[in-house]
T-cell receptor, first 113, second 117 residues
Framework: QKEVEQDPGPLSVPEGAIVSLNCTYS??????FMWYRQYSRKGPELLMY????GNKEDGRFTAQVDKSSKYISLFIRDSQPSDSATYLC?????????????FGAGTRLAVHP | GAVVSQHPSRVICKSGTSVKIECRSL??????MFWYRQFPKQSLMLMAT?????????EQGVEKDKFLINHASLTLSTLTVTSAHPEDSSFYIC?????????????FGNGTRLTVT
């Protein structure tokens, strides 16, 4: 079993839809949680990061962490074609801080006009 | 925001040759940088941690003699793939965090696509 599970998709939605992206994990030591966006042939771009449980909102993006269920989510409101990319969740135990990240496989998202 | 620059973005080399990839933090200092590898449609796998002024730390299964890492300054780390073979063809990505900002998250370079023929 992988430490971090993420549905690879692809996920196809119409413009304006609310997108829900999720990851589950097995290591209860994970404390730092991040979401990255990766366009084709580019490096990952940091979208959101949180420490421990709770919600965090930034513009159209909301990140949620439920440590009791070992489940994290990223919501994208009013999705745009420019949001089409691969979304990677990443996490790290307390001892690693934001350093030693374990990534999910990434979910490919396509937002069509 | 923090910018990590990686060069070259793409390189094609012949089997048996060596290739050097540079990773620079442009507007911050990084005592530690990280090198990842990504195969098509797969996730990023940490290869090694580059430490300024000391030896790199390699993840299990990564050959340190094949992937030479040098972290010569607070803004530059290099990865040299020695005696490259076709199976080394991959997308190599470096990352770094601002050493002066406590527990700040990682920022990534744009990656280097290596093709070994």
């Amino acid at each position: 079993q992988k430490e971090v599970e993420q549905d690879p998709g692809p996920l196809s939605v119409p413009e304006g839809a609310i997108v829900s992206l999720n990851c589950t994990y097995s290591n209860s030591a994970f404390q730092y949680f991040m979401w990255y966006r990766q366009y084709s042939r580019k490096g990952p771009e940091l979208l959101m990061y949180t420490y421990s449980s709770g919600n965090k909102e930034d513009g159209r993006f909301t990140a949620q962490v439920d440590k009791s269920s070992k489940y994290i989510s990223l919501f994208i409101r009013d999705s745009q074609p420019s949001d089409s990319a691969t979304y990677l969740c990443a996490m790290s135990p307390f001892s690693g801080g934001y350093n030693k990240l374990i990534f999910g496989a990434g979910t490919r998202l396509a937002v069509h006009p | 925001g923090a910018v990590v620059s990686q060069h070259p973005s793409r390189v094609i080399c012949k089997s048996g040759t060596s290739v050097k990839i540079e990773c620079r933090s442009l507007d911050f200092q990084a005592t530690t940088m990280f090198w990842y590898r990504q195969f098509p449609k797969q996730s990023l796998m940490l290869m090694a941690t580059s430490n300024e002024g000391s030896k790199a730390t390699y993840e299990q299964g990564v050959e340190k003699d094949k992937f030479l890492i040098n972290h010569a300054s607070l803004t530059l780390s290099t990865l040299t793939v020695t005696s490259a073979h076709p199976e080394d063809s991959s997308f190599y990505i470096c990352s770094a965090r601002d050493s002066r900002q406590g527990n700040s998250p990682l920022h990534f370079g744009n990656g280097t696509r290596l093709t070994v023929t």
